[in-house]
C-alpha cells in the first residue's frame, strides 16, 4: 500500500484495560461488535483517521468522536459510562460540505441549508430545535448543546427524516460541525 493510500485509512488501537495494558485489537474499518476479539475495552489509540466509538453494539447508544491521540483511561476523560462495544470509521471528505437542517420531522418547519459550523442554531437562525436533517455532502457531527457541547450524534450523506425514531427522543440538536481533514 502507498503512503497515499495509509493516509486515506484510518486505524485505531483497543485494550481491554487503563493504560494501553492488556490484550488489544487493531481496527482500520467498521466493526459492529467488538466482543469477539475483546471482552471488554477501557483505553484506545487512534494512529489515523478519524472513529466514532459507540458504548453499545451495531453502532447503538451514546456516540463518541475520536481524533488521531492517545485515550489511556477514555472512561473517566470523555464522561463513559460503559466501555466500547462498536466503532466506526470516518471516511475523509475532500470538497464542500452542505447539510439542511429542518425544524420538524420529516422535513417540516423552517429550513436552513449549512455549508460551514454552526455554534448555536437559535442564534443564527432563530430556529429552536433541529428535528430532520439531509446531508448531501461531507460528514458532520451534530451536539445537543451550542458551542459543540453535549452529547453528539454522527451524520454521513443520506436523509434523516426522524431523530426520534434513530432512538434520539427527547435529544435537542443545537450546534453542527463538519469533521475536516484535520478531524477537528
Avoid at 447503538?60 to 463513559?80: C, H, I, K, L, V
Avoid at 466506526?88 to 455549508?115: T, V
Avoid at 452529547?151 to 436523509?159: D, K
Wanted: hydrophobic share 30%; proline share 2%; net charge positive.
Amino acid at each position: 500500500m502507498t503512503n497515499t493510500n495509509m493516509n486515506m485509512r484510518g486505524k485505531i488501537i483497543f485494550y481491554e484495560e487503563k493504560n494501553f495494558q492488556g490484550r488489544h485489537y487493531e481496527c482500520m474499518s467498521d466493526c459492529s461488535d467488538m466482543s469477539s476479539y475483546l471482552s471488554r475495552c477501557h483505553s484506545c489509540r487512534v494512529e489515523s483517521g478519524c472513529f466514532m466509538v459507540y458504548d453499545r453494539t451495531n453502532y447503538m447508544g451514546s456516540q463518541y468522536f475520536m481524533r488521531r491521540g492517545e485515550y489511556a483511561d477514555y472512561m473517566s476523560m470523555m464522561g463513559m459510562r460503559d466501555c466500547i462495544r462498536s466503532c466506526r470509521m470516518i471516511p475523509m471528505h475532500r470538497g464542500q460540505f452542505r447539510m439542511k437542517i429542518y425544524e420538524r420531522e420529516n422535513f417540516g418547519g423552517q429550513s436552513y441549508e449549512l455549508m460551514d459550523d454552526c455554534d448555536n442554531i437559535m442564534d443564527r437562525y432563530r430556529m429552536n430545535d433541529c428535528q430532520s436533517c439531509h446531508v448531501m455532502d461531507g460528514h458532520w457531527l451534530m451536539y445537543e448543546q451550542p458551542n459543540y457541547r453535549g452529547r453528539m450524534m454522527y451524520m454521513r450523506p443520506g436523509e434523516y427524516r426522524s431523530f426520534r425514531d434513530m432512538g434520539m427522543s427527547g435529544m435537542r440538536w443545537m450546534s453542527m460541525r463538519r469533521i475536516t481533514d484535520s478531524c477537528n
